[in-house]
């Protein structure tokens, strides 16, 4: 699917140690993303943060933490992103999802050309 211009990007707050029928919930949520046909979905594991607990996960060694901040960011058109929230109630039972309206400027590899040898 090509993707480009305005779209929504959905970004899923949970932690790491979050579970979904013994596997991690990010795992899960970029399952469902994928079978639901989404245009493309990321995880990213923080370094540090906090949440409603206001306690604070860290990488630090002093503190290591076993349960660190985990984002999913999933972009497609807003219709779609939409759609899928529905699954989202039924995964999350805390967490953050912030939905925004973003920009896909989207790049595709080319053919390396004369100039691109060395």
Do not use: N
């Amino acid at each position: 699917m090509k993707l480009h211009g305005p779209a929504l990007r959905l970004s899923v707050f949970v932690g790491e140690s979050d579970q979904w029928h013994h596997r991690p919930l990010y795992h899960e949520i970029v399952r469902r993303a994928h079978a639901a046909g989404l245009a493309g979905a990321s995880v990213l594991r923080g370094v540090e943060g906090y949440g409603a607990s206001s306690r604070i996960h860290t990488t630090r060694i002093l503190s290591l933490s076993q349960d660190l901040p985990v984002v999913v960011i999933v972009v497609d058109t807003e219709d779609r992103i939409r759609a899928f929230l529905p699954q989202l109630d039924e995964l999350i039972g805390e967490g953050l999802v912030i939905l925004d309206e973003v920009e896909v400027i989207r790049y595709v590899g080319r053919a390396a050309g004369p100039a691109d040898t060395p």
